[in-house]
C-alpha cells in the first residue's frame, strides 16, 4: 500500500521562504511522477508543480514560475516544493500527490492522473 505524507507547513510572513516536504512510502515509489496541488478556502484545488520519476522533468504553474522549484531524492522516497518569495495568496492547503500508473494521456497537471494523496499540510502567508 503507498502512503504519502506531507510536512513543513506554517504560518511565514510575506516574501518569505518555506521548503515542504513529500514522504512517500510503499513498493515502487521511486518510479512514481509526483506532483503538489493547493487548496485555498473557498476555491476548487489547483496544481502548483509536478515532477516526473527521475526528476529530469518538470512543471510548473503559471502563477508559481520562478519562485517555487520542485525537487525529489529518490534514495529518501522524498519529495520537496521549495517555496521562495511567498505571497498572501499562496495561502492554502498543499497536497502531495503520487501516480502510481501513467496515463495514455499523461497531463502531470491534472489531479485525476494521481493515484495516492496526502492529508495536506496548511500554508498561510501574512501580509
Known amino acids: 500500500q503507498v502512503q504519502v505524507a506531507e510536512s513543513g507547513g506554517r504560518l511565514v510572513q510575506a516574501g518569505g521562504s518555506l521548503r515542504l516536504s513529500c514522504a512517500a512510502s510503499?513498493?515502487?515509489?521511486?518510479?512514481?511522477?509526483m506532483g503538489w496541488f493547493r487548496q485555498a478556502p473557498g476555491k476548487e484545488r489547483e496544481f502548483v508543480a509536478a515532477i516526473d520519476w527521475s526528476g529530469g522533468t518538470t512543471h510548473y504553474a503559471d502563477a508559481v514560475k520562478g519562485r517555487f522549484t520542485i525537487s525529489r531524492d529518490n534514495t529518501k522516497n522524498a519529495v520537496y516544493l521549495q517555496m521562495n518569495d511567498l505571497k498572501p495568496e499562496d495561502t492554502a492547503v498543499y497536497y502531495c500527490a503520487a501516480q502510481g500508473m501513467p496515463r495514455p494521456q499523461n497531463d502531470l497537471t491534472s489531479g485525476e492522473v494521481y493515484d495516492y494523496w496526502g492529508q495536506g499540510t496548511q500554508v498561510t502567508v501574512s501580509s
Open positions: 510503499g513498493p515502487y515509489v521511486a518510479a512514481y511522477s
